[in-house]
């Protein structure tokens, strides 16, 4: 599955960038993210990835003045040209170098987008996109875009206005190209009509996965230029260090196999040791006690028929008596998943020795758990008397309910059933 990748600086010092995958319908966004652009270690887990960047681009008449020439880094004969600062080119094209393979306007949306969206077929068209503070409309022909313009105020009433006024200055410097009479839309609300324009609606939902921002788009549009380079000026190509990033990502995958084997076998010799040395002081214990028992042995063995019947008749009396470790047991496993126990408390019963109360506390996601329970409970043979006594939502943290219930334990029981579903 061909996978692309579109970054772009943002004005939060970020970068962002937009991953499409190719489907049978067309390119999807997959993912997008974002990182701070001094992030090291994100920058150099690009690893295999080609990346296109898009950059901020001011266009203007190739026969304007020596400053913007100074600004450009583009080697085409145009009548417009897309000019950026070389600082930030610089920083940038530095930074993402390992993985860079184009670097681009980033108004390239306004022509990758209409034209890779798979239901606009048209090769010259006008392209609008209505950003916060102004229109950008691009000027298409042939699938290669010729022409940038920022008009403002960015109010859709005023589109036909700043297209008439765009027409007549295009006429006078593309004159041997003719101005399109059809308008692509791209995202936000349809436009209803301009007159003298076929109207057509880009809807970018599909293509950018419903994560709709001006920089969303510009990422995706970017991604798309390697699929038509010839539609987009190029400030630069692949960098040399890109083009070895397949090997290299095999390197640091390598390298980093390697570290964590080390690891595995560092950690497994010292459990082995670790191991063996408990299993030495352990063998050791038990030979220093039978040296310094052994003058004791015989009288063990005289003493043994008297422990025997002492253990026979502990174990006459309690064959019948609950131990806490039992009811501890049950409580655990009748538990639903979901609740838990957060404090126990006893206290001997006044009337009876043979009963014992507790009271318990703790918390459930939701009150239905609590009632589970309380069922639950109430099946044990030697639970009787189990209550609620309280119920409520935590006053910190309302997605989840504390809870205190009491019960009566029972010390002597018939043998029965335990009360397990």
Same mark, same amino acid.
């Given at each position: 599955m061909r996978t692309l990748y579109g970054v772009v600086p943002t004005e939060e010092g970020k970068y962002f960038c937009s991953t499409l995958c190719r489907t049978e319908s067309g390119w999807s966004c997959r993912k997008t993210e974002s990182w701070t652009m001094d992030n090291r270690l994100k920058n150099n887990l690009l690893l295999y990835r080609g990346v296109s960047l898009g950059l901020p681009s001011h266009w203007t008449p190739s026969r304007s003045s020596m400053e913007?020439?100074?600004?450009?880094?583009?080697?085409?004969?145009? +009548?417009?040209?897309?000019?950026?600062?070389?600082? $930030?080119?610089? #920083?940038?094209?530095?930074?993402?170098?390992?993985?860079?393979?184009?670097?681009?306007? +980033?108004?390239?949306?306004?022509?990758?987008?209409?034209?890779?969206?798979?239901?606009?077929?048209?090769?010259?068209?006008? =392209?609008?996109?209505?950003?916060?503070?102004?229109?950008? #409309?691009?000027?298409?022909?042939?699938?290669?875009?010729?022409?940038?313009?920022?008009?403002?105020?960015?109010?859709?009433?005023?589109?036909?206005?700043?297209?008439?006024?765009?027409?007549? @200055?295009?006429?006078?410097? @593309?004159?041997?190209?003719?101005?399109?009479?059809?308008?692509?839309?791209?995202?936000?609300?349809?436009?209803?009509? #301009?007159?003298?324009?076929?109207?057509?609606?880009?809807?970018?939902?599909?293509?950018l996965n419903g994560t709709f921002s001006e920089d969303a788009i510009k990422a995706a549009g970017v991604a798309l230029s390697s699929e038509q380079p010839w539609s987009v000026p190029l400030f630069s190509g692949e960098t040399q260090t890109a083009g070895m990033r397949k090997i290299r990502s095999g390197a640091y995958l390598v390298s980093a196999g390697l570290i964590a084997a080390g690891f595995i076998l560092a950690l497994s010799l010292w459990l082995w040791g670790l191991g063996l040395s408990w299993r030495l002081?352990?063998?050791?214990?038990?030979?220093? %006690?039978? /040296? &310094?028992?052994?003058?004791?042995?015989? %009288?063990?063995?005289?003493?043994?028929?008297?422990? &025997?019947?002492?253990?026979?008749?502990?174990? +006459?009396?309690?064959?019948?008596?609950?131990?806490?470790?039992?009811?501890?047991?049950?409580? =655990? +496993?009748?538990? $639903?998943?979901?609740? @838990?126990?957060?404090?126990?408390?006893?206290?001997?019963? &006044?009337?009876?020795?043979?009963?014992?109360?507790?009271?318990? &506390?703790?918390?459930?996601?939701?009150?239905?758990? /609590?009632t589970k329970a309380i069922a639950r409970l109430q099946k044990l043979p030697f639970l009787v008397d189990v209550r609620l006594s309280s119920i409520g939502r935590d006053q910190k943290k309302l997605s989840i309910c504390r809870f205190k219930l009491f019960c009566t334990l029972k010390l002597r029981e018939k043998n029965g059933n335990t009360g397990k579903e």
């Open positions: 913007y020439r100074e600004l450009r880094k583009i080697d085409e004969e145009r +009548d417009f040209v897309p000019a950026t600062q070389p600082v $930030p080119y610089d #920083i940038h094209t530095r930074t993402l170098g390992n993985n860079l393979i184009a670097v681009v306007p +980033d108004d390239a949306f306004l022509s990758t987008i209409p034209i890779q969206c798979g239901r606009f077929n048209e090769q010259s068209f006008v =392209s609008i996109f209505r950003s916060s503070h102004a229109i950008k #409309i691009g000027v298409v022909s042939k699938k290669s875009l010729l022409a940038v313009f920022n008009c403002a105020p960015a109010r859709d009433e005023l589109i036909p206005a700043h297209i008439a006024r765009l027409k007549q @200055y295009f006429r006078s410097s @593309y004159r041997h190209v003719p101005f399109p009479d059809i308008v692509a839309v791209i995202g936000g609300e349809p436009i209803e009509d #301009i007159p003298g324009y076929a109207l057509e609606h880009i809807d970018c939902a599909e293509i002081k352990n063998y050791n214990q038990q030979y220093q %006690e039978l /040296v &310094a028992n052994n003058r004791d042995i015989q %009288e063990l063995l005289d003493k043994n028929d008297q422990l &025997a019947k002492r253990i026979l008749s502990v174990e +006459d009396k309690l064959s019948n008596r609950t131990s806490w470790a039992r009811f501890l047991q049950e409580l =655990s +496993d009748l538990k $639903p998943q979901g609740l @838990y126990f957060e404090r126990l408390g006893s206290q001997p019963n &006044a009337k009876s020795e043979d009963l014992m109360e507790i009271a318990a &506390a703790g918390w459930a996601k939701d009150e239905a758990l /609590v």
